[in-house]
């Protein structure tokens, strides 16, 4: 079963907040941080565009532990 982590990172003196949305092979992609979205609907944003790369469904249900979202596929 393939997991996806989403995490924030925040700004810093060269670049923008962002979420990285990784899996445990090594893939992932960074994204700025969708202000315009709820905290639930960025980390889904960034996990759907790893999906994108990847070629991958988006059809994900997602969990919170601590800081970080993860997402498996339904």
């Known amino acids: 079963m393939k997991a996806i982590r989403t995490k924030y990172y ?13 899996d445990g092979d090594g893939n992932s992609i960074t994204i700025p941080y969708p202000h315009e979205c709820n905290i639930e609907n960025a980390h889904r944003f960034a996990a759907e565009a790893l999906c994108k790369k990847m070629g991958w469904s988006t059809a994900l249900v997602s969990g919170w532990f601590k800081n970080e979202c993860y997402w498996v596929f339904k």
């Open 10 to 22: 925040g700004s810093t003196n060269t670049k923008g907040s962002r979420l990285i949305a990784s």
